[in-house]
Each structure stands twice: as C-alpha cells, then as structure tokens.
C-alpha cells in the first residue's frame, strides 16, 4: 500500500521534472498516471490533479 508521502513526493517530481524542461505540464495526463499508480491511497483523480495544479502554478510551470 501507497502513503500520502509517497505520492507527495512523486507530485514535487512531476512539477520539478516540468520546470527543468520548461515543456509544461500536461496535467490530465500525469494526473491520470498518478492516481493509476496510487490508487491503494484512497485520493481521487480530482484531488490529484487539483494538487498538481497548484504545485505547478506555485513553482511557475505552465500547465495545460
């Protein structure tokens, strides 16, 4: 079974990974990736994708 910190961590890498790009965030389909992976933490899609959203914006990455 997934933590919260893992999926945490695996969310500040995705935006990370992102910012160093500079590409962006596709964030519908890391959202989706994430929660397929996590799952077992018992987040849904929306609540994944809502954080995601907002530690990219934060971090200044482009989301779309």
Known sequence: MHT???IAVC???VVSNAQ???AGL?????ADALYTHFRS???SRED???TL???AVAAGVVVH
């Open 4 to 6: 919260p910190l893992e």
């Open 11 to 13: 969310i500040s890498h």
């Open 20 to 22: 160093a790009d500079g």
């Open 26 to 30: 596709d964030l519908a389909s890391q």
């Open 41 to 43: 933490t018992g987040y």
């Open 48 to 50: 994944i994708a809502a």
């Open 53 to 55: 959203r907002d530690e």
